[in-house]
């Protein structure tokens, strides 16, 4: 049995993979340590952080895997995550005192190099260019997008 990558795990994919998963591990250290050690200082920032942790797991995991199933999931969660980034970053520009500590998407990620803002605009540019080709008769979700008809 031949296994085979994600088409949108390859080339400048696996770089966009790699931001994902570090954004991920960062989020998610910063929001687990904000929470366990400053939530009443400002649960809902660190809540908010929380999510975006959880958003770029599922954004990580959604663009490794294949399937169509899959590809719609990255959809959501990258277009969820333009949304969120837009939204706080908007509001913490306009009324700052509503989020007393900064979350992974205040000020649209300036404590992250704004990577927060760059990165779902090029993961929606990448899916975009790795649209699966639709599901032919008798073929499972799991190998949608596959070229190689091979196992």
Not at 58 to 66: G, H, K, N, P
Not at 78 to 100: K, M, Q
Request: hydrophobic share 55%; aromatic share 10%.
């Amino acid at each position: 049995m031949v296994t085979q990558q994600s088409t949108r795990a390859v080339g400048v994919g696996r770089v966009l993979i790699a931001v994902y998963a570090i954004l991920a591990l960062a989020a998610t250290g910063r929001s687990v340590f904000q929470i366990a050690t400053q939530f009443d200082e400002a649960p809902l920032a660190y809540t908010l952080s929380a999510l975006s942790a959880v958003v770029y797991i599922v954004a990580t995991v959604s663009l490794i895997a294949r399937g169509t199933g899959w590809y719609a999931v990255a959809w959501a969660t990258i277009s969820f995550e333009l949304v969120g980034v837009i939204v706080i970053g908007l509001v913490t520009v306009i009324d700052p005192e509503l989020f007393p500590h900064d979350t992974v998407w205040s000020f649209f990620g300036r404590g992250y190099g704004f990577v927060p803002l760059v990165l779902p605009v090029l993961g929606i540019l990448w899916l975009r260019r790795t649209r699966p080709a639709p599901l032919a008769a008798g073929r499972d979700d799991a190998s949608a997008g596959d070229s190689d008809p091979v196992r």
